[in-house]
């Protein structure tokens, strides 16, 4: 691993618990989900801890589809934040997060950072951020079920969506729990 990889990892120390028993019910569907895609299903969801903080569930959900690549199908990424962030800071992270799975060039990562710090909102605990992904398409956002905007470039879709779905993630288990139900 090179250094300045590991570094990022060791200043995020985030760890992830991974929920013990999937539930692939759709009881907690999300309304913008199941409006914008015919019956999305949960693939899986995990929590980010860290230093045994809970940060965020995260939660996957896939639209039906026949592609083995969660890259070639809609889905959306749900997180359900139980602490309060900074928005300039969450977008900051997922910069980094997109240069550690070598995403896009420094340029992109740049015009990335800023229209990330313009998008997303400061977060509190309860608040939940949606992002939609849309293979080769925009990618659009919503903040407690209200549309916050989008981003037009199509690689931002992969790069950003590679933070928790790229094999070369920072966080494997929790890639894993996510995928878990997504070739079932």
Same mark, same amino acid.
């Given at each position: 691993?090179?250094?300045?990889?590991?570094?990022?990892?060791?200043?995020?120390a985030?760890?992830?618990?991974?929920?013990?028993?999937?539930? +692939?019910?759709?009881?907690?569907?999300?309304?913008?989900?199941a409006?914008?895609?015919?019956?999305?299903?949960?693939?899986?969801?995990?929590?980010?801890?860290?230093?045994?903080?809970?940060v965020?569930?995260?939660?996957?959900?896939?639209?039906?589809?026949?592609?083995?690549?969660?890259?070639?199908?809609e889905?959306?990424?749900?997180?359900?934040?139980?602490?309060?962030?900074?928005?300039?800071?969450?977008?900051?992270?997922?910069v980094?997060?997109?240069?550690?799975?070598?995403?896009?060039t420094?340029?992109?990562?740049?015009?990335?950072?800023?229209?990330?710090?313009? +998008?997303?909102?400061?977060?509190?605990?309860?608040d939940?951020?949606?992002?939609?992904?849309?293979?080769?398409?925009?990618?659009?956002?919503?903040?407690?079920d209200?549309?916050?905007?989008?981003?037009?470039?199509?690689p931002?879709?992969?790069?950003?969506?590679?933070?928790?779905?790229?094999?070369?993630?920072?966080e494997?288990?929790?890639?894993?729990? +996510?995928?878990?139900?997504?070739?079932?």
């Amino acid at each position: 691993m090179n250094p300045s990889r590991r570094s990022m990892l060791a200043a995020s120390a985030i760890t992830v618990i991974a929920s013990p028993s999937i539930v +692939l019910s759709q009881e907690s569907r999300p309304q913008l989900v199941a409006a914008q895609s015919p019956e999305p299903r949960l693939a899986g969801r995990a929590w980010m801890r860290f230093f045994g903080l809970r940060v965020y569930e995260a939660r996957l959900w896939v639209a039906p589809g026949n592609a083995p690549d969660i890259f070639e199908r809609e889905c959306f990424l749900e997180l359900r934040y139980a602490l309060s962030l900074k928005g300039e800071r969450i977008a900051d992270r997922s910069v980094d997060e997109i240069a550690g799975i070598g995403q896009g060039t420094e340029a992109q990562r740049k015009a990335w950072g800023t229209a990330m710090r313009q +998008l997303f909102p400061d977060v509190s605990d309860g608040d939940r951020l949606l992002g939609h992904y849309v293979p080769r398409g925009p990618s659009r956002f919503h903040f407690n079920d209200r549309p916050i905007g989008t981003i037009e470039d199509p690689p931002f879709g992969r790069a950003f969506f590679g933070i928790w779905l790229d094999p070369r993630t920072s966080e494997p288990s929790l890639r894993a729990a +996510l995928l878990k139900g997504f070739a079932s």
